[in-house]
């Protein structure tokens, strides 16, 4: 057992003695690790909100980070807050943070007349960690608390964000006699859900089972398993030919997730200036169909996005001495389809694919941390096959200054294969400054995206950034700075992206706060989206930021943002943001955020060559509320609604002469104008009757719009509600049974 002190203030990253006293102590026996805190603090300062799981509100919170293995190879973060709420995730060399990991442990807090105190019980059982043969265990913690009236945050050791270390800094502590036993867990799972559409019940049950034989090795299954309808993701509206990128959400898939992290670009970190690349994007699994390969066959939207129902999913997850290693199986239904051929009623069965993955990495931490991993993913499916391959290497200097981490890659996929590779530097000289330099070379085959996430390939280029963060200016709590320079080509030679841009972030005393930010984006090429009808050039642009907000502690927060951009081929965009949290009490949280987008030349491909400029209004509001009857219990509403009216300016076709966009001598008569509406409403309650075992009661309605331009904005909301594509009610409980 130990009782420790010592914390210093590392946001703002002055490194001084707080101003408050915080003790904690650590006990472990051989089921798990108890730390305890003691925070001396006015209860008039108090502030403790209550959030759903892994939420990153401001509010009194501590937080253990632990490394079990002792050499900075991995480790878990658990967080508890003054209201009882509890956050958890991993973290990967040397700061890449997550909260997409959920463990089954217990915490709890409560409020004295000098303070408060929180509590945690870690099982060993939930962990992996190295075999310990002669009974000793070096392991790695970290210790942090957030005082949210001042906004700051005290740790031990000091590590601050802006000092670019982090694992291989962290307090080692030596335990004995740690040889958890064996670990099984079932994990059922039954669901009832009833769609107003179609007026049909649909009735679900399946399991996961984790058997966990030894401290370095895990086994995890699911049979029939139910991964959707309890949370939505946010509407976007992307008119572009680039896709965007979700995250991960389902337990099955975030579990041991770690193994399979080659760079920090897989998480879109702020270690990486890069956009996400990852070979392993479990959003591909379950995800919508194939498309099916009759001419002329069509499907509503409703069937076009359904997702496919998995039958069944295993992984396996261990370590061997440096060697850690992971593998992935997933196999998808059958999935049938009903749409038209020139009018004509069809059903088309459609053959779900087969998922693998196959991981090894291998960790030398020695002196400085050097490792070598290599990956394999797979999907079939009768219509094509795809493969690729990858090796990652990562490099951290002795005194943790300069890190390196690249991957090449390899995909063969039907009858094409393809290449490519980056490579990123992150050199931090002293506290508070950062350089970084990234590489980027993909082939104009290379093809990740069955299983994978890649923003483009037929790519290369270059990045850089240097980052200064400050807290000693008189005037100002701290001062963020940075800038950015990038540049992209074809492998035509085509410059197809640059940028430089420059921010800065000043914090006021009293947690206040104004930022800006100019780009300068340079004549450049676009080559993606015509969907590969031509290339043309689009004009040097420009863009500002200005924004504004009060401390995040405040009962009523507010940010106002002002964004204006060049857009394409001229004109401009003027878009307007405001987001208003309040929180009366502690119990309560409504939070409103809306944006306000006036558009005048807004570019969009019509089809083949051809073009058109637009002026239009974007309006993209969202509300959220949240209730807590304790911190195990919620109810929640969420809307979100996009909408869109588009009136035709301008008819463009490509140039073959010097690239340009021309005006087109021959446009037709008829009108493009288009307006677009998408709504999506949830109301859930959620109890955590024990860690990892849920009941959820979900109301979902969602809505996709014709266009109709000619309707008022009011209209296409009303309307949005009433038309609906999705309207289901899911009742869902699942309850962890193990040890």
């Known amino acids: 057992m130990a009782e420790l002190s010592g914390l210093v203030v590392i946001e ?186 179609s007026d049909v019940d649909v009735y679900k049950a399946g399991f996961d089972i984790f058997w966990r034989p030894s401290t370095n090795l895990q086994l995890a299954s699911t049979i029939n398993p139910d991964f959707g309808n309890v949370e939505t993701d946010s509407i976007v509206v992307n008119l572009t030919s680039f896709e965007t990128f979700f995250s991960e959400k389902r337990p099955f898939f975030l579990e041991g997730q770690d193994v399979f992290v080659t760079s920090p670009r897989n998480l879109g970190s702020f270690l990486s200036i890069a956009p996400t690349t990852t070979l392993v994007n479990t959003r591909r699994i379950g995800s919508a169909p194939r498309s099916v390969r009759i001419d002329g066959f069509s499907l509503s939207a409703l069937e076009r996005n359904q997702p496919t129902e998995l039958a069944a999913a295993a992984k396996v997850t261990g370590q061997f001495g440096r060697l850690r290693y992971g593998v992935l199986a997933a196999v998808e239904d059958d999935t049938e389809l009903s749409g038209t051929v020139n009018g004509a009623p069809l059903n088309v069965i459609q053959a779900g694919r087969d998922f693998g993955i196959a991981r090894m990495l291998f960790e030398d931490t020695r002196s400085s941390r050097r490792s070598i991993g290599w990956m394999t993913t797979m999907v079939a499916h009768p219509d094509e096959d795809a493969m690729v391959h990858g090796i990652d290497g990562h490099y951290l200097s002795t005194n943790s200054r300069f890190a390196a981490d690249g991957q090449l890659m390899y995909s063969d996929v039907g009858d094409r294969t393809g290449r490519g590779g980056f490579i990123d530097f992150r050199y931090t000289p002293r506290q508070g400054h950062q350089h970084k330099l990234q590489f980027d070379y993909f082939g104009e085959n290379l093809d990740i995206s069955d299983l994978g996430f890649l923003r483009r390939n037929d790519a290369k280029g270059m990045r850089y950034s240097y980052e200064r963060s400050s807290s000693k200016h008189p005037g100002f709590k701290s001062v963020f700075s940075q800038v950015i320079a990038n540049v992209e080509y074809n492998l035509d030679g085509r410059r197809v992206d640059n940028m430089l841009t420059a921010w800065q972030e000043f914090r006021f005393h009293n947690n206040q706060f104004i930022f800006y930010q100019l780009s300068y984006m340079p004549e450049r090429w676009d080559d993606r989206n015509s969907g590969g009808n031509g290339d043309f050039r689009i004009d040097d642009r420009w863009q500002t930021w200005l924004q504004w907000g009060n401390s995040r502690a405040a009962k009523m927060n507010v940010k106002a943002t002002y964004v204006y951009t060049d857009e394409d081929i001229g004109g401009s965009d003027h878009q307007y943001e405001l987001r208003l949290t309040w929180r009366p009490i502690d119990q309560l949280g409504v939070e409103l955020r809306t944006r306000y987008n006036d558009r005048d030349g807004w570019l969009l491909h019509s089809g083949g060559g051809d073009f058109t400029t637009y002026e239009a209004e974007v309006w993209a509001p969202q509300l959220s509320v949240d209730y807590f009857l304790t911190a195990t219990q919620q109810f929640r509403l969420s809307a979100q609604w996009a909408g869109i009216k588009a009136f035709e300016q301008d008819r463009w076709l490509i140039a073959e002469a010097d690239g340009y966009l021309i005006p087109d001598p021959e446009a037709p008569t008829w009108s493009r104008d288009f307006s677009l509406s998408r709504l999506s409403f949830q109301a859930r309650y959620r109890w955590e009757i024990a860690p990892l075992s849920d009941l959820f009661l979900v109301y979902t309605r969602g809505s996709n719009l014709p266009s109709d331009p000619a309707q008022e904005f009011s209209n296409l909301l009303r309307d949005a509600w009433s038309d609906r594509i999705v309207d289901r009610l899911v009742v869902k409980l699942r309850y962890r049974m193990g040890s």
């Open 12 to 197: 703002p990253d002055t490194l001084e003695q707080p101003s408050l006293k915080t003790q904690y102590k650590i006990l472990y026996t051989d089921e798990g690790l108890y730390v305890g805190f003691w925070n001396e603090q006015d209860p008039e300062t108090f502030i403790a909100r209550l959030g759903p799981r892994d939420d990153f509100m401001t509010r009194d919170e501590v937080s253990f980070t632990l490394d079990p293995t002792g050499q900075g190879l991995y480790g878990y973060w658990f967080g508890v807050a003054m209201s009882g709420s509890l956050m958890d995730g991993t973290v990967l060399p040397e700061r890449q943070f997550s909260d997409r990991w959920d463990g089954p442990w217990r915490g709890a807090a409560a409020q004295h007349q000098d303070g408060w105190t929180a509590e945690m019980f870690l099982p060993w059982s939930m962990m992996s960690m190295p075999e310990a043969p002669d009974g000793k265990r070096q392991m790695g913690y970290y210790i942090s608390r957030a005082y949210a009236t001042r906004n700051e945050r005290w740790a031990y050791p000091a590590l601050p964000r802006s000092s670019g270390i982090f694992m291989s800094r962290l307090q080692p502590i030596e335990m004995e006699n740690v040889n958890p036993s064996q670990q099984f867990t079932f994990y059922p799972y039954g669901s009832t859900t009833y769609d107003n559409l």
